[in-house]
């Protein structure tokens, strides 16, 4: 995940500082709240009901409709303050937050502004494990719902020590927020496993200063989605990595020490400018580049941390299984999982698992996958060793040659699609026009599934499919279940 840092207006930052420096107790709450507290209820009912009214921008546009919505939006105000006890960490928030559903209701339901209730919700300053925070913004979930309607969602806060440990030496991340899900509103019931501040409805783009992933919801997928693959591909997974598959607070820590150095990852090293073109339109194979560095970054660390005998055992424990969670996920999931229009995760997870094939440490020999787990780190860390070295060449190069060049790290080992233009070389491209002539002729699906990846991908897509909305509380079904159903 990646959580891009964009400047503001003064005037946002002042009353952010405003916002923040309004006294709140410290102390933890009371007790837990759970999915099956009556006021979560009624928020999230109400919440849901809600949805239907409103359009894309997140406004009531109908007037027949303001009625109901303005009984929804009471009900949900009088349960945020009968929770809000719960909350004391959150309470400036929480305030703000009443103040704002008010204030878009009366009004009438217009494009919602929660930038000050937004401002006010800081949870990377309350990194405490088991901390619960109730979640309430007109917001989009990226991979769920795509109009910015009222979600809400009750979570939990994961931060063992290891982690904090590793965050306060050499990993430090001050915007990173790892969290669990306790309940939430059907935007959420989707593959959407971030929570991000850049989805909810403001008047102004603020500077962001936190990011949040649902680590137990990567968890638990994955956990699925390892299971059946090692089924389908009779690959005999190591004694670690078989406690992913039975463990699912193992599997979560993993994730979260994975995500710690991925996004920091992002804006970190010899950069030719910002690695992840936010908000440019760039060919989705540097999009693919980006991601998969940020991750084998994530690897080479995590077998760093597995050799340092002054790391904690716990810290070392989790490091050997980031780099089977990184390599598993990637070829197994990332690979097949979505459309073939400029999936560029797919590609990252293709790029691996052919790197690995050609440097004959992945075997497909009849009909049974196998890897040399002895010599595999070396090879994965080869891999993106070569990814930075593009990186670091590129600050001397124009954009147009740092794509070019892009595209010929990836298509070294991946088959580009025999009608690509790319492919053809520099010669059938239109360098003399704008780079947008250039993204153009990148095909949706460029660099298309394998032999392997196609018959591997029809046999997975039920099992795919079947983790939308999953959650680390989630009664997994067996993967044999959801093969059988095919």
Not at 28 to 47: D, F, G, Q
Not at 169 to 175: A, C, D, Q
Not at 270 to 277: A, Q
Not at 423 to 432: F, Y
Request: hydrophobic fraction near 40%.
């Amino acid at each position: 995940m990646s959580i891009p840092v964009i400047t503001s207006e003064d005037t946002v930052q002042e009353k952010a500082d405003a916002v923040q420096a309004i006294d709140s107790p410290q102390s933890s709450p009371t007790a837990p709240v759970t999915a099956a507290h009556p006021e979560w209820i009624r928020l999230k009912t109400a919440a849901t009901a809600l949805q239907p009214l409103q359009a894309k921008d997140g406004s009531v546009p109908e007037a027949d409709h303001h009625t109901d919505a303005a009984v929804h939006v009471s009900a949900i105000v009088d349960a945020i303050e009968a929770l809000a006890p719960s909350f004391p960490h959150d309470a400036g928030y929480l305030d703000l937050l009443v103040k704002d559903f008010g204030t878009w209701r009366d009004g009438g339901f217009g494009v919602p502004d929660f930038l000050d209730s937004l401002l006010a919700f800081q949870p990377q300053q309350h990194r405490e494990n088991g901390l619960q925070h109730l979640v309430v913004f007109p917001m989009y979930t990226q991979n769920g719902s795509s109009s910015r309607l009222v979600e809400a969602v009750l979570i939990e806060v994961i931060w063992p020590e290891f982690i904090a440990d590793l965050e306060g030496g050499e990993y430090s991340n001050r915007l990173f927020v790892p969290i669990r899900f306790l309940d939430f509103t059907p935007g959420y019931d989707s593959n959407s496993a971030v929570l991000f501040p850049e989805t909810v409805g403001v008047r102004e783009t603020p500077t962001f200063t936190w990011g949040a992933i649902f680590a137990d919801r990567e968890a638990a997928r994955f956990r699925k989605v390892l299971r059946a693959a090692a089924q389908i591909t009779s690959l005999d997974l190591p004694p670690e990595a078989r406690e992913l598959l039975e463990d699912q607070q193992l599997t979560q820590e993993t994730f979260v020490m994975w995500d710690l150095i991925h996004d920091r990852t992002h804006m970190r090293g010899d950069l030719p400018f910002d690695p992840f073109m936010i908000k440019q339109r760039m060919p989705f194979f540097l999009y693919s580049l980006e991601e998969l560095r940020c991750d084998l970054t994530a690897f080479r660390e995590s077998v760093k941390i597995e050799k340092d005998e002054k790391a904690s055992p716990e810290a070392r424990r989790h490091a050997k299984l980031v780099q089977y969670a990184v390599i598993f996920d990637r070829i197994f999931r990332f690979a097949i999982t979505g459309s073939r229009v400029r999936n560029y995760d797919g590609l990252g997870g293709q790029l691996l698992f052919a790197w690995m094939h050609q440097h004959r440490v992945l075997h497909w020999t009849d009909s049974s996958l196998s890897i040399d787990w002895d010599e595999v780190s070396q090879v994965v860390i080869e891999l993106g060793l070569r990814i930075e070295e593009l990186y670091w060449r590129s600050i001397d190069r124009p954009k147009t040659a740092h794509w070019l060049a892009a595209y010929e790290l990836v298509s070294g080992t991946v088959t580009p699609n025999p009608a690509s233009v790319w492919a053809k070389g520099p010669d059938a491209l239109p360098l003399a026009g704008p780079p947008r002539g250039l993204t153009d002729q990148v095909l949706d699906d460029e660099f298309p599934l394998s032999m392997f990846y196609e018959a591997l991908e029809k046999k997975m897509r039920p099992v795919i499919e079947s983790t939308a909305g999953i959650t680390g509380n989630s009664a997994i079904t067996s993967s044999t279940e959801a093969l059988n159903a095919a």
